[in-house]
C-alpha cells in the first residue's frame, strides 16, 4: 500500500474511493461468515453436538435437528437441474455458434433479459404448469424434488447457455477452419475440436450454475412441497436447505431457542458455496 | 501497522451487530416520527389497507410494515425493535403477556379438501387421524379411492398453532405438504386430487369442499358458530407513545375487517 | 487424383460477397509440383483466390462464384464435390499460426485421426514422417507430449505444416506463412517450402516480394480483383511486361 512517489497526492482519490468499496465489501463477508461461525457455536453451546444434526428427525422446537433430508433435498435438486440444464444449454451454444452466427448478438442479449427475471416468476410458472404436468403424469401430488430440480434448470438454462455460447465463442476462427481444411465434417470440428477446447470453460459454468441452484429459494419453494422427511424417491415431496431455512426463519427469530440450527445451516451452504468458488479456481489452474 | 488497523475495522463490522443496546433502536429522522409494524401475514391485508388514510390524518408519521410471522412480530415488540406488533398465536408465548393486546377479532379456520375427494363430512376424531397422517385413502371414509395428502402451513403460523392444540401428539403428519401463505395451501388443495388443509377463511375462497366437522356446516353467515379459528392481535410495549397505542386500537378496530373474513366474538360463549 | 502433384487449370473464375467483386474474370494455369507465388496489394482477391482451391470460400457470407477450377481432375467449383476429400487432398497453413491447444503429437495426429486412423503404432509413424518432412521433428522428438503453445511462432508454424502434411495431401495452400514470423524462422519455412517443391503444387500468397522471387517458379500478381500478369518468376522480376506491375514490384504502387 505504499504510495507511489512522484506523483500529486491528488491522483490517488479515486483509487482510495475504489479501494474502500473493496474493503467494505470484504468485511461485509467476513462478518456474515462471522455471523454465521459464532451461531453454530452458540448451538453447540445449547445443545451440545447433538448427535440429530446426522439424523432425519427435524423438530427444531423438540431438540431434533435432523438435516440430511435438506442435505439430501439440496443435492439432488441441484443434481436434476446440472443434469437437465447442460445439455440444453449446449444445445443453445452450438446453433447459436454453428448456425446463427449472424444473430449471435441478439441471442445473447435475449438471454441477458431472460437471466434478470426474477426467480418468483419461474416459481410461479413451475407452480402453473410443472407441478399440474408431474402431478398428471405420475398420479403424485405434483410438489416434488423432481419439480424443484426442474424448475432450477429452467431457471439456470439462460445463466448456462450464456457462459456456453461465450466458453465455444473463445474457440478462435483459425482453429475451426485449420480443422476444416484438414478435412473434418462440421460434426467431428464440434465434437473433436469446439466442445474439447472449451471443457474446461464449460466446467467452470457449470460450477457457477450449481452455486446459483443451490443457492435458490423462492423457486424451490413454491414447487417443492417443503415435507420435512427424507426423500424416497425424485416424486416425493421434500424439502433444500434454503427453503426450510426460509420456512423457518419466521418460526425462530433471534432468542427462540432452536434459532441457531439455522446459522448452522447457513454456514453449510455458506461453505458449500465456497468449495465450488475453489473449484472453480482449480479448473481454472487447469487449463492453464 | 496497516494491516493491524484493517483487521481492526473488520473485527468492528463483525461485532456490529452484538453491540446494539437491546432497546429502542429505531433511528428517527428528525421532525418524522417512524412507526414499524411487524408480524403476521394474515394481518398484512388488513393493515394495508387501513393505513393509507390514517397516515394522510397523521401527515409527518411514517409507517412500515414488515412481514415476518406472528412469533417475530411479537419478539420484536416485547425487544423494542418494532412498535406493533401482529400475531394471532395462542397460546401465547410468555414475553407476550407483558404486552398491550389490542384484539381483532375472530378468523375462521376452515378445512377444505379437494373437490374430487368425495368427503364432505369429517367426525373430529376423523379429522384428527387424516391431519396425523394416519389414514391413508378417502376410501376409508367412504370417499373416492384417492391417497390423502395433507396441506399445512410452517410452524410459525397462527393457524399452524391452532392445529397444532387440536391434533394431540404425534402431531401433524411429517409428511405434510408445506406452503408458505394462505393462499398457497388454497390453490394446492384446490388442484390437487387427494388434498386436504385448512386456511384462515375470508371472503371469495372457492373452488374447494368446505368440510363440516361432526355435521356442523361451515355456514359463511354464522361464522361465529364456528368453533375452529384463531385470534389476530395487535400488541404494544406498555411505555410505547399513546401515537402507537392510538394506532394500534384503530386497526383493531378498523372497519375493513370483514373485507378479510375477521369478525367479532360477540355472544359467543368462550 | 494420381500420385504425381496435381496440374492446376482455372478458367473464367469470378467470386462475389455479395455486391461487392472479390474476384473477376482470372484464367491461369500451373504446373504440379510447381510454387506458385500470388502477390499484390492488400485486398486485391489473392486470398480468395487461395480458399477457393479448398472450398473454404463458401464459410464467408453471401458468397457466389463462377467459373471452372480443375485442380488434378477435381473440378472444384462443381456443387457435388466432396468436400472432404477435396480438403484432403488441398492441405492449408494460415497466416497465424493456427495449432490447436493440444499436444504437439495430438495436433499433427488430428487429420490421420479424422480418418478412423486408430492404432497407435501408425498414428506415432505418420507424426514421425509428417514432423520430419516438416523439418521440426529434431527439433520436437521426445516432446511430443508438450502443448503445442509451448513451442515457438516459428515452430508452431511448422507443426502446422507438419498438421497438414500427415493428412497426405497432393497440394499445399500457404497464406502468408511467414507474415508473423521472425527472419530466422522465415528461412527456415522458405527452405520447407523449397524441399516440398516437386511432390507437392504449392500456392503462396506473399507480402513479401523478395520471398517470392526466392521461392516460386511463377508468380502471379493480383490488383483490385483482376489478374494482371503471371509469368514465370525470373521473367517477372526482371522484365514485367505490364507497367503497373513494373510500378508494383518497384514500389512506386499504392
Not at chain 1, 429459494?217 to 427453503?243: E, K, Y
Not at chain 2, 368453533?227 to 375493513?256: C, D, I, N, W
Request: charge should be positive; include cysteine.
Amino acid at each position: 500500500m505504499k504510495p507511489v512517489t512522484g506523483r500529486p497526492r491528488g491522483d490517488h482519490l479515486l483509487y482510495r474511493v475504489v479501494w474502500l468499496g473493496a474493503l467494505l465489501l470484504l468485511m461485509l463477508g467476513f462478518a456474515i461468515a462471522a455471523i454465521l461461525v459464532w451461531g453454530t457455536v452458540k448451538f453447540v453451546i445449547d445443545h451440545g453436538l447433538n448427535p440429530s444434526l446426522l439424523g432425519t428427525i427435524y423438530q427444531p422446537t423438540h431438540d431434533q435437528f435432523g438435516l440430511l433430508p435438506f442435505i439430501a433435498g439440496s443435492l439432488v435438486v441441484t443434481m436434476i437441474a446440472i443434469v437437465v440444464a447442460l445439455p440444453l444449454a449446449l444445445s443453445v451454444a452450438v446453433t447459436v455458434i454453428a448456425t446463427l452466427p449472424r444473430q449471435m448478438q441478439m441471442i445473447r442479449q435475449i438471454l441477458s433479459g431472460l437471466v434478470a427475471i426474477p426467480s418468483v416468476v419461474f416459481g410461479w410458472w413451475g407452480l402453473s404448469l410443472l407441478v399440474p404436468s408431474i402431478r398428471w403424469i405420475s398420479g403424485r401430488p405434483g410438489f416434488s424434488l423432481l419439480a424443484g430440480g426442474l424448475v432450477l434448470a429452467i431457471m439456470i438454462l439462460p445463466t448456462l447457455s450464456l457462459l456456453s455460447i461465450n466458453a465455444l465463442d473463445r474457440v478462435s476462427v483459425r482453429w475451426v477452419e485449420g480443422s476444416l481444411a484438414l478435412g473434418a465434417t462440421p460434426d467431428q470440428t464440434l465434437g473433436r475440436l469446439i466442445l474439447s477446447v472449451s471443457r474446461i470453460p464449460l466446467l467452470e459454468a457449470s460450477i457457477l450454475a450449481v452455486g446459483r441452484a443451490l443457492g435458490e429459494t423462492m423457486a424451490v419453494q413454491m414447487v417443492i412441497g417443503g415435507r420435512v422427511l427424507l426423500p424416497h424417491g425424485l416424486l416425493s415431496p421434500g424439502a433444500t436447505l434454503t427453503t426450510q431455512l426460509l420456512t423457518d426463519i419466521s418460526l425462530l427469530p433471534p432468542g427462540i431457542p432452536g434459532h441457531y440450527v439455522l446459522d448452522f445451516m447457513a454456514l453449510l451452504l455458506l461453505v458449500a458455496m465456497y468449495g465450488m468458488v475453489v473449484l472453480v479456481e482449480r479448473t481454472r489452474r487447469w487449463s492453464l | 501497522m496497516r494491516r493491524r488497523w484493517i483487521w481492526a475495522m473488520v473485527w468492528g463490522l463483525v461485532l456490529l451487530p452484538w453491540s446494539y443496546p437491546a432497546q429502542g433502536t429505531t433511528l428517527k429522522p428528525l421532525g418524522m416520527h417512524q412507526i414499524s409494524i411487524i408480524g403476521a401475514t394474515s394481518l398484512i391485508p388488513l393493515t394495508k389497507r387501513f393505513l393509507p388514510e390514517w397516515e394522510r390524518r397523521h401527515p409527518g408519521v411514517v409507517v412500515s410494515v414488515t412481514a415476518g410471522g406472528s412469533w417475530a412480530g411479537i419478539l420484536a415488540v416485547a425487544e423494542g425493535q418494532a412498535d406493533i406488533g401482529m400475531a394471532d398465536l395462542a397460546p401465547l408465548p410468555k414475553r407476550a403477556l407483558r404486552l398491550d393486546s389490542y384484539p381483532a377479532g375472530r378468523l375462521a379456520v376452515a378445512f377444505i379438501a379437494n373437490s374430487d375427494d368425495g368427503v364432505k363430512n369429517l367426525s373430529r376424531s376423523q379429522l384428527v387421524q387424516v391431519l396425523q397422517g394416519r389414514i391413508h385413502n378417502w376410501q376409508t371414509l367412504g370417499g373416492h379411492d384417492k391417497p390423502v395428502i395433507v396441506v399445512s402451513r410452517p410452524m410459525s403460523s397462527g393457524a399452524r398453532a391452532m392445529l397444532d392444540r387440536l391434533v394431540p401428539a404425534p402431531g401433524l403428519s411429517a409428511d405434510a405438504i408445506i406452503q408458505l401463505s394462505n393462499g398457497a395451501v388454497l390453490k394446492t388443495v384446490r388442484e390437487t386430487p387427494g388434498a386436504i388443509g385448512y386456511v384462515e377463511w375470508r371472503p371469495g375462497m372457492g373452488g374447494v369442499t368446505m368440510l363440516g366437522i361432526d355435521h356442523q356446516v361451515f355456514d359463511t353467515s354464522r361464522l361465529a358458530a364456528w368453533p375452529y379459528y384463531t385470534q389476530p392481535t395487535f400488541y404494544v410495549a406498555p411505555g410505547a407513545s399513546s401515537l402507537v397505542k392510538q394506532l394500534a386500537e384503530m386497526l383493531s378496530r378498523s372497519p375493513y375487517k370483514a373485507e378479510f373474513g375477521i369478525y367479532r366474538a360477540q355472544g359467543i360463549p368462550r | 487424383m494420381d500420385s504425381k502433384a496435381p496440374d492446376l487449370a482455372v478458367r473464367h473464375l469470378s467470386v462475389r460477397y455479395g455486391e461487392q467483386v472479390a474476384l473477376s474474370d482470372v484464367s491461369l494455369d500451373l504446373e504440379g509440383g510447381q510454387v506458385l507465388a500470388l502477390i499484390g496489394p492488400s485486398g486485391c482477391g489473392k486470398s480468395t483466390f487461395l480458399r477457393v482451391l479448398n472450398r473454404l470460400v463458401d464459410r464467408s457470407l453471401e458468397v457466389r462464384y463462377e467459373g471452372e477450377v480443375v485442380l488434378g481432375g477435381i473440378r472444384i467449383l462443381d456443387p457435388d464435390t466432396d468436400l472432404v476429400a477435396l480438403r484432403r487432398a488441398v492441405g492449408m497453413v494460415f497466416q497465424q499460426p493456427s495449432a490447436f491447444p493440444f499436444s504437439v503429437f495430438d495436433n499433427v495426429a488430428y487429420g490421420p485421426r479424422l480418418q478412423g486412423i486408430r492404432s497407435s503404432h501408425r498414428l506415432r509413424s505418420i507424426v514421425e514422417s509428417s514432423l520430419k518432412k516438416a523439418a521440426l521433428w529434431d527439433e520436437v522428438r521426445g516432446k511430443l507430449r508438450r502443448p503445442a503453445a509451448s513451442l515457438s511462432g516459428g515452430q508452431q508454424q511448422r507443426l502446422c505444416i507438419a498438421r497438414a502434411l500427415a493428412v497426405a495431401p497432393r497440394v499445399l495452400l500457404l497464406d502468408e506463412p511467414t507474415a508473423a514470423l521472425d527472419p530466422l524462422s522465415t528461412t527456415k519455412i522458405e527452405e520447407l517450402i523449397l524441399s516440398l517443391r516437386g511432390d507437392y503444387t504449392l500456392i503462396l500468397v506473399t507480402h513479401n516480394l523478395q520471398q517470392a522471387a526466392r521461392i516460386s517458379d511463377v508468380t502471379a500478381f493480383f490488383r483490385q480483383g483482376l489478374l494482371v500478369e503471371i509469368a514465370p518468376t525470373r521473367e517477372m522480376f526482371t522484365a514485367p511486361k505490364c507497367a503497373e506491375t513494373e510500378e508494383f514490384l518497384t514500389g512506386r504502387y499504392e
